[in-house]
């Protein structure tokens, strides 16, 4: 991720940061270090604690031809920019007969765990895909992290870009950036299978994905879609990889009702002959209650790889 | 309590205020006279074919018309670029009409028709025109007065010297997010002009019951904004104060506040009076503001000072009724708007 801000900053002198934590480690991780050192305080904007005006005003600086990347450190402060993500940026396009566009990226980290509690852990994708004007991107990989942050920043619409704290010790060798036109992306596989499609976004692919490796030693051939862009959602990956497998499990670091998770076994319900499926559509999601701080609730509350082994099977071996 | 309420500079601000003063009209020239009249007046005619279509039927949704409130729009326009990004709420039409935009394409962009600002798409609450750097006006209470901040911050990041413009009313004064973006405003060395049009009014209620003062520049001072109240009725006194801060704004990348008192003649939307639904909203208060109407207020001086005869200014008015009916006539049968954009502009093609 740094080195895709570094890139839009050197790049695109149109492009400026702006969002609270962002001249010190403390708020983003490794994420965005010296950034501010390296392209300037104007740049790179560290501000009050002002959710709702500073996304406000990443909007209007979009509106006025800049492409702002505004930092929520955590998703559940941005509640209080609703107004200006979904009334005002969300709508523009619209409005003005497609004349005009929010260009703004809005980076929403997540940020749970650690007895933290129920304000300081919320995964609110799902409320966003529900909003038509955005574009809702979530990476899993480290690549995907740098390259769609690139994307969602030069594609001219407004994005909100969902990374998970839970993903930052992840390695990868990185290849050369090649921009990309976040229009032609989507969901990938990134694990071939026969016998189950798991779909998954940010974290919980990593959950789907150390279930195939379990599921693998259980002699079940998972296959794992990393869906990447949840909105607007090209279904067609997903459609194959069930048609092929006849089985589904939707995992997803959300609650379940009117979540991502429902979305997915909805496109599959619509679209698929039931014929075709050999289980019903299952999926891998929080307990629906706000998120506990006592260690041993929390233990039980985050969804593991072994509770989408367990689904798995059922589906299976039913 | 009442001591205290002496000892507030706010509130005496506004008493000092004499909403029935003659207008300074003889150290103007008189083709800026003429001028200023004409736009109010053409803002006033568009105001009131748009309350009588909505009347008859003719316009199928809200329309929020800022009758008697020209003044203000047309003295700052005076002092802005077409480079200057101007956002503004529910009641915009005068704010958009006095940057010279086509009272033809506000009619049909009230009709949803095609030709409209933004082909049909937004109506009258959802006002845009990038020609005349109109950035945008919603009817959210305080939803541009941010979006306004972050387009002055551009300037300032691009190297310009333009400024950002937004128009809110006194109502949007209860809303937090105007509280932060003055702070953030000021801290960011943002140069945006915020203009408060304090109608007394937010819907039906008066702003004593929902403010413990009348007058908003508090709110302004206590983010350490340069801040001026004006009787908003008074074209020539808004002109005089709008160049000063515009200047401000342009010359040191600062936000700058006006609070212009000022009163609707139509309730809160469409044709109605509101004298019903209103709280406080007496006939005989609307009588007395209607006598301060900013239009009678010039024209009166204009002719008192003998700079124009009352006939000179009647020929303008007769022009101004023919352009505008001419205006609705050809809006009426534009073509409606196109079915594709429904799905085609939710996002950039």
């Given amino acids: ?318 | 309590m009442d001591d205290f309420k002496d000892l507030d500079t706010n509130s005496k601000e506004l008493s000092t205020i004499n909403f029935d003063e003659k207008l300074e009209v003889s150290a103007v020239e008189k083709n800026e006279l003429i001028a200023d009249f004409s736009s109010m007046l053409t803002i006033r005619v568009v105001e009131q074919k748009l309350a009588q279509m909505r009347k008859n039927g003719l316009i199928g949704g809200p329309v929020h018309l800022g009758a008697g409130q020209e003044a203000i729009a047309v003295g700052i326009s005076k002092f802005l670029r077409k480079s200057d990004r101007i956002f503004s709420g529910h009641r915009s039409h005068t704010h958009l009409l006095a940057l010279g935009a086509e009272p033809r394409k506000l009619f049909a962009e009230v009709l949803g028709r095609n030709t409209g600002f933004t082909k049909g798409a937004g109506g009258s609450m959802h006002l845009w025109d990038g020609d005349n750097g109109f950035l945008g006006a919603v009817p959210i209470v305080a939803g541009t007065v941010s979006l306004a901040v972050g387009a002055a911050l551009a300037s300032r990041l691009q190297g310009k010297n333009d400024i950002a413009v937004a128009y809110f009313g006194d109502g949007a004064m209860e809303e937090g997010v105007v509280h932060e973006s003055m702070n953030l405003a000021r801290q960011l060395n943002s140069p945006v002009l915020f203009v408060c049009e304090n109608n007394l009014f937010s819907s039906h209620m008066h702003i004593s019951q929902r403010q413990p003062l009348n007058s908003v520049l508090r709110f302004a001072k206590a983010n350490d904004i340069y801040s001026k109240i004006i009787d908003g009725n008074n074209i020539t006194r808004i002109k005089q104060v709008a160049e000063k801060m515009i200047k401000i704004a342009r010359d040191t990348y600062s936000p700058v506040f006006i609070e212009a008192i000022t009163y609707r003649h139509y309730g809160h939307v469409d044709w109605r009076e509101d004298l019903d639904v209103g709280v406080n909203r007496s006939s005989e208060d609307l009588k007395l503001w209607k006598s301060r109407d900013p239009i009678e207020r010039l024209k009166s001086s204009l002719i008192a000072s003998k700079i124009v005869q009352a006939s000179e200014l009647e020929k303008i008015r007769i022009e101004i009724d023919l352009q505008i009916d001419h205006a609705w006539d050809t809006a009426t049968n534009d073509p409606k708007a196109d079915i594709n954009s429904l799905i085609a502009d939710v996002l950039k093609r």
């Avoid at chain 1, 790179?44 to 996304?55: L, R």
């Avoid at chain 1, 492409?67 to 003005?96: C, G, Q």
């Avoid at chain 1, 026969?194 to 998954?200: H, K, Q, W």
């Fill in chain 1, 1 to 318: 991720m740094r080195d895709g801000f570094s890139y839009l900053l050197k790049k695109y002198p149109e492009v400026f940061i702006i969002g609270q934590g962002l001249w010190s480690p403390w708020y983003v991780g490794n994420s965005m270090t010296n950034l501010d050192k390296e392209f300037g305080v104007e740049r790179v904007i560290d501000t009050p604690v002002s959710e709702s005006a500073c996304t406000g005003a990443a909007v209007g600086a979009a509106l006025a031809g800049m492409k702002p990347i505004m930092v929520h450190p955590r998703m559940d402060f941005m509640l209080y920019a609703m107004d200006s993500i979904v009334n005002e940026a969300a709508k523009w396009s619209s409005m003005t007969g497609g004349q005009a566009h929010a260009g703004v990226t809005i980076r929403a980290i997540i940020n749970r765990g650690g007895e933290q509690g129920a304000q300081h852990s919320q995964a609110l994708h799902s409320w966003f895909v529900h909003i038509p004007g955005l574009r809702v991107v979530m990476p899993y990989s480290v690549s995907d992290a740098r390259d769609l942050l690139i994307a969602s920043v030069l594609c001219g619409d407004p994005v909100i870009y969902i990374d998970d704290r839970w993903l930052y010790s992840n390695e990868e060798v990185l290849q050369p950036i090649v921009e990309l036109d976040l229009k032609n992306q989507g969901p990938k596989v990134i694990k071939d299978g026969t016998d189950i499609t798991l779909v998954a976004a940010g974290f919980s692919t990593q959950l789907a994905l150390e279930a195939a490796e379990k599921l693998n030693n259980q002699n079940i051939s998972a296959e794992v879609i990393d869906v990447r862009v949840l909105s607007p959602l090209s279904p067609n990956v997903i459609l194959d990889s069930v048609r092929k497998t006849g089985r589904l499990i939707a995992i997803d670091g959300g609650w379940g009702p009117a979540g991502f998770s429902s979305e997915i076994i909805t496109v599959v319900t619509e679209s698929i002959d039931p014929a075709l499926l050999k289980s019903s559509s299952k999926r891998v999601t929080l307990p629906f209650a706000p998120a506990p701080v006592a260690a041993n609730l929390e233990q039980v509350y985050y969804p593991t790889s072994d509770d989408v082994v367990r689904s798995a099977v059922n589906a299976v071996r039913r």
